[in-house]
């Protein structure tokens, strides 16, 4: 393992709601994402996902409220909850998850990512 430099490798791709996987732990893996307008509303039904902003500011919509993370903050979505990220403006984002937690969770759509690329 080598020290990430997390601004490094955001400069490596350009594409909106494509996680780029960066590292993995204990069955976790560490992923960037680029966001941009809106996600689709879906759920994960066995895993929790955080959300690390970095840059920007990102909404998650809920069924109940909205959440709001400016840079620097977190927010942990529970298993079983719907939500739908919303990026105004560009929003870089670190996301920790399972290592076999699907993209889009319940929902199949045209920004589904089966496998995530790793940079």
């Known amino acids: 393992m080598s020290v990430i430099n997390i601004q490094e490798k955001f400069n490596l791709f350009q594409d909106l709601w494509s996680p780029k996987k960066v590292g993995q732990l204990n069955g976790q893996q560490v992923l960037l994402a680029k966001l941009k307008g809106e996600f689709v509303f879906h759920k994960h039904d066995n895993e929790d996902e955080l959300f690390l902003v970095i840059k920007g500011t990102?909404?998650?919509e809920l069924r109940d409220k909205t959440v709001t993370l400016n840079q620097g903050e977190f927010y942990i979505v529970p298993k079983g909850v719907e939500h739908k990220p919303i990026a105004k403006e560009e929003v870089h984002v670190?996301?920790?998850e399972p290592l076999n937690i699907k993209h889009t969770g319940d929902?199949?759509?045209?920004?589904t990512v089966e496998t995530y690329e790793s940079i």
């Open 58 to 60: 990102l909404d998650i």
């Open 94 to 96: 670190v996301l920790f």
């Open 107 to 111: 929902v199949i759509a045209d920004i």
